[in-house]
């Protein structure tokens, strides 16, 4: 899937720790799939992340959102008779950082301090995204992210293989051999992720 | 490295200095992960090299700190870093699983042994390898120049015996190494044995020609069994047969028969004939022959007690012996102590020995023998043919036996005299027996002369090359006196083990040497080379085509029309 050439940002930094930081998204901005490799500017550093969790709820915390229409109702009629939905909706992302871009490189490791609040998050390039997978350093962070950490690094890693074309599917046999050390102690599990892990 | 373990210079190499022919094929094989000196390094395989490029016998060089070391594959491992692999290997289906566990979570290692090492300081000096590579060297495959360098000089010193396996380059053996010793070719029967030894002799013959030291010449003496050196021998290729030596180099190789009416048949073109006298037979001779004949140890210990009263006309003396209880012969019985049951079974034994066997005259012409000498003395190998007898052990060995023990006296005598300061060395005699573990067994060894000849080694310049497909019933002694043996496949773990036995890195080569191919493929370890080898020999054809041409070449100095 070939990405639109200019630069899709989808919203800004709400929440900053230094291994993982929220953004909201910007009104009528498509929201990323989950495994995007996601970059923030505005920052000392390009800080790399991939996006972890992706969270949708109405924008005032103390009121839930009502359920309309019967069961017959499908979302289109909904939508139409409660044209206000959406307004009241916030969506919001994670991206769990596995590095950034250095003026001379890749690193693959945390930076020295966590993105500032309202910056902008931005998708990576093709071309930064082959880049950034040159090496597979970054696994170990991702795994390292919480319960769903290996649907995220088999979707990070889907996502990835697009930016390399044809050669998609050599991309994915290398990463899967730089996993496999570190799932080694269970079998199981790497077996599952790297089943999850081709397209 | 050269014989001596001085350095040899190293020919330019105008590709080289052009830049030319730089070597791009260093192809990574992987790192060294363990192992140790004695039983070998273990060699982790890269992930992106496949293992079923490798192959047993091929030579790689491990890049190491300070020096560099050269190493034979001998074996090759699969293994895996998780266990749960081998028991749910990923199914059939799945490509990708396969290809993302291939060379990470599996992985081949690789048995190497370390031959040779060369310090990087140093570029020349190859010597057998006292210490192991540090972890994680770097191995590659063996380029061509680091392999021709090790086995390729190109001088009147080494011969060419074949190509290393998947490589364009000679492996040569040093002449001079060879022919100090003696030297075993071994293989099962159909591997090629008489096609390797028919192309060592040759090249002897070629190399002994072109020596300008007269020590350093040497000749063949060639029990031919079956008939394959002399003017023919049959071929397993297109045609069917292939000249033999005198065809080939007739003014340097002279060809005696025990069977004319066969070799005329044959059309084979003999020199003479040898005629064996019964005076000319040894109580040993027969001793040796003892299992074959059928004679009791009793019998033996009679040819013993004859020839000690009747010297070399005991033999004529025991055909004529009386069984007759109360015969003529009593008294002479009951003075050598001999049973008249022994009696007559020592004479069954020595009538089947003489039985239809024209060249066994009860008085030898003086010539045969004289003329055999003659001819080997003078710097001309000698083949003797065996015509319909070869198939009959019995003539083989005692005409062997017999031939031998006296030439080794002549040698003898000569080698003592030049000691003394009296005469010329006689020149080194190679002496080719087949079936060799006949004459070498371990309960005849030690009396026959082959025996003595190669447990006494070089010291009167008569050495043997013992063509053999068993070797483990050769007196282990006697093997460990081989300095270069040459093995076609083995099979069977005993004879393996004879043939490597004493060799460093014993395990390894076992496992090279039971993996040869059937045909046209040899180890070869020892005196003569740097290392062990896997070689493919030269094609015979094209090889009888140039040993002529070198040796019809007209002579470029005087002294070469005129040797000394």
Redesign the interface.
């Known amino acids: 899937m070939a990405r639109p050439p200019a630069i899709t940002r989808y919203g800004r930094v709400i929440e900053a720790a230094i291994a993982r930081f929220t953004a909201e998204c910007f009104k009528d901005v498509e929201t990323p799939p989950l495994g995007e490799l996601i970059a923030v500017e505005d920052g000392p550093e390009t800080i790399v992340a991939v996006v972890s969790s992706i969270v949708t709820q109405g924008i005032d915390p103390s009121r839930r959102v009502n359920a309309h229409g019967g069961p017959e109702d499908d979302l289109p009629t909904v939508l139409a008779a409660h044209p206000h939905v959406p307004a009241l909706l916030l969506t919001t992302f994670s991206g769990s950082v596995v590095g950034y871009l250095a003026p001379d490189g890749v690193r693959q490791y945390l930076p020295p301090a966590p993105p500032p609040i309202q910056a902008r998050v931005r998708a990576c390039s093709d071309e930064e995204v082959r880049e950034f997978t040159g090496s597979f350093d970054f696994l170990r962070l991702l795994l390292e992210t919480g319960p769903l950490a290996d649907e995220v690094l088999a979707a990070a890693l889907r996502r990835a293989a697009e930016a390399y074309g044809a050669a998609g599917r050599a991309f994915l046999v290398r990463a899967g051999k730089a996993l496999s050390p570190l799932l080694a102690r269970d079998p199981v599990r790497l077996q599952a992720t790297l089943r999850r892990m081709q397209a | 490295m050269n014989g001596n373990g001085q350095h040899r210079e190293r020919p330019l190499d105008i590709d080289e200095l052009l830049g030319r022919r730089r070597e791009v094929d260093l192809r990574a094989l992987g790192s060294v992960v363990g192992g140790s000196l004695s039983a070998g390094l273990e060699v982790r395989l890269d ?1 992106e090299v496949d293992v079923e490029a490798m192959a047993v016998g091929r030579y790689v060089t491990i890049d190491a700190h300070e020096q560099r070391f050269f190493g034979m594959i001998t074996d090759v491992e699969l293994r895996t ?5 081998t028991e749910t290997p990923p199914g059939q289906d799945d490509e ?2 396969r ?3 291939r ?3 599996a992985f081949a290692v690789l048995h190497v042994t370390p031959m040779l090492r060369v310090s990087a300081l140093d570029n020349n000096a190859a010597e057998p390898v006292k210490t192991v590579p540090s972890h994680f060297s770097r191995v590659r495959e063996a380029t061509q120049s680091e392999v021709e360098r090790i086995f390729g000089a190109e001088d009147p010193q080494h011969f060419v015996i074949g190509t290393p396996l998947d490589m364009d380059v000679k492996v040569r053996l040093d002449y001079e190494r060879f022919v100090e010793r003696s030297n075993g070719i071994f293989g099962k029967s159909g591997t090629g044995k008489t096609f390797l030894t028919r192309l060592v002799l040759l090249n002897i013959i070629q190399k002994s020609n072109a020596q300008r030291d007269p020590q350093k010449k040497a000749v063949h003496l060639v029990f031919d069994m079956h008939n394959e050196y002399g003017w023919q021998g049959t071929y397993e290729g297109p045609g069917g047969t292939v000249k033999g030596l005198k065809a080939i180099a007739p003014s340097s190789v002279s060809v005696m028969t025990l069977d004319e009416e066969s070799s005329r048949r044959r059309g084979s073109k003999y020199d003479s004939a040898i005629v064996i006298g019964c005076d000319e037979v040894d109580a040993a001779d027969i001793a040796l022959l003892r299992e074959t004949l059928n004679l009791s140890q009793n019998s033996v210990d009679a040819c013993h007690a004859l020839q000690e009263r009747f010297h070399e006309r005991w033999m004529e003396q025991a055909l004529a012996l009386t069984a007759d209880e109360n015969g003529p012969d009593k008294e002479l019985r009951a003075s050598l102590s001999i049973h008249p049951a022994t009696v007559t079974n020592l004479q069954r034994g020595l009538r089947k020995l003489t039985r239809n066997k024209p060249f066994i005259k009860e008085r030898a012409p003086a010539d045969t023998l004289k003329l055999l000498l003659s001819t080997l003395l003078n710097g001309k190998s000698v083949v003797i043919e065996f015509g319909r007898y070869g198939n009959d052990l019995d003539s083989y060995m005692l005409v062997a036996n017999v031939l031998t023990r006296r030439i080794h006296e002549v040698w003898r005598e000569r080698k003592e005299l030049a000691t003394a300061g009296m005469g010329e060395e006689p020149v080194r005699l190679m002496i080719t027996i087949e079936e060799a573990h006949k004459f070498l067994d371990p309960h005849v060894a030690g009396q026959t002369i082959f025996g003595q000849i190669a447990r006494e080694m070089r010291k009167y310049n008569v050495t043997l090359l013992v063509i053999d497909q068993r070797p483990s019933m050769i007196e282990p002694e006697v093997m460990s006196q081989l300095g270069t043996r040459v093995t076609c496949l083995l099979d069977n773990e005993r004879d393996i083990d004879a043939v490597l036995a004493g060799t460093s890195g014993k395990s390894g080569l076992t496992d090279v040497l039971a993996r040869l191919e059937t045909k046209q493929q040899a180890l070869i370890l020892g005196h003569a080379v740097p290392m062990p080898i896997v070689v493919r020999p030269e094609d015979y054809t094209t090889y009888e085509r140039w040993v002529e041409d070198t040796l019809r070449r007209p002579a470029a100095r005087v002294s070469d029309l005129y040797p000394e």
């Open positions: 992930a870093t998780i266990d749960a692999l990708f699983l290809d993302v566990y060379g990470t979570a």
